[in-house]
């Protein structure tokens, strides 16, 4: 019999499906207010790109998966220091690409 934890592993990877051509890296939570925000590293010829959510994070790719990490950690500082309860994780990330 499976844990709850592994089932819930398997039904958190099987929501977000990576597009053609990308494969995944490393997969980040991190608690956000009272949700939990999902953050997904991938590979896309060399590049890597980051999903919170299912939603990509910056229109440019990283160079690699250090300077993506790096990025998301001050991002997460940000995001679990302010009150998220009135502000939408979509309007974040259009704020930071635009």
């Not at 980040?28 to 949700?35: F, I, L, Y």
């Not at 953050?39 to 790109?49: A, M, P, R, S």
Request: net charge positive.
């Amino acid at each position: 019999m499976k844990s709850f934890s592994s089932m819930q592993i398997e039904l958190n990877e099987a929501k977000f499906k990576l597009p053609r051509g990308e494969k995944e890296l490393k997969r980040d939570a991190t608690k956000v207010g009272s949700s939990k925000v999902e953050i997904i590293y991938t590979d896309n010829k060399g590049k890597v790109n980051v999903y919170i959510d299912g939603n990509l994070f910056s229109e440019k790719p990283y160079k690699d998966l250090k300077s993506a990490e790096k990025e998301m950690k001050q991002i997460k500082s940000i995001m679990s220091s302010s009150d998220m309860q009135e502000v939408k994780l979509e309007d974040i990330i259009n704020e930071i690409n635009s």
